[in-house]
């Protein structure tokens, strides 16, 4: 005989399941530049992280490091060594968002538009602008 705990543990771990798997999301973001320079984190990168990162689950406060949330995402990119100004292709946050073993987003690759201005981001010294 199934008791009511049983139940109501199932149900709990289902929730979060689907919770977890429903939540980290690919949607494709369109940044609005024609030349891609003078990329501002505030209104470039944020938005994509935004869109395509810090969803409950993944990269938020509660979530995933890096923590990409906009009151965090600045200054956990730099602590957590994300970035490489010396040479940007290879900076951890690039090199993963353009891995095609384990992408992140998790669902799948961003658009090359919205890598490249992550990269152009780093190579303009990924700047708190």
Not at 26 to 35: A, F, G, Q, S
Not at 79 to 97: A, E, F, G, H, T
Request: hydrophobic share 40%; aromatic share 6%.
């Amino acid at each position: 005989m199934i008791n009511f705990k049983s139940i109501k543990l199932l149900a709990s771990i289902s929730f979060m399941l689907c919770l977890l798997l429903t939540s980290c999301e690919w949607k494709e973001y369109d940044v609005n530049v024609d030349n891609i320079e003078n990329v501002s984190f505030s209104q470039d990168i944020l938005p994509i992280f935004n869109q395509s990162c810090n969803t409950i689950g993944c990269h938020s406060n509660a979530g995933v490091a890096p923590n990409l949330s906009p009151e965090n995402a600045f200054q956990d990119l730099r602590n957590k060594n994300m970035i490489d100004l010396d040479n940007p292709i290879n900076s951890i946050l690039y090199k993963r968002m353009i891995d095609v073993q384990k992408p992140m987003p998790v669902t799948g690759l961003l658009s090359e538009k919205i890598q490249k201005t992550i990269l152009v981001w780093i190579e303009e010294g990924a700047k708190d602008n």
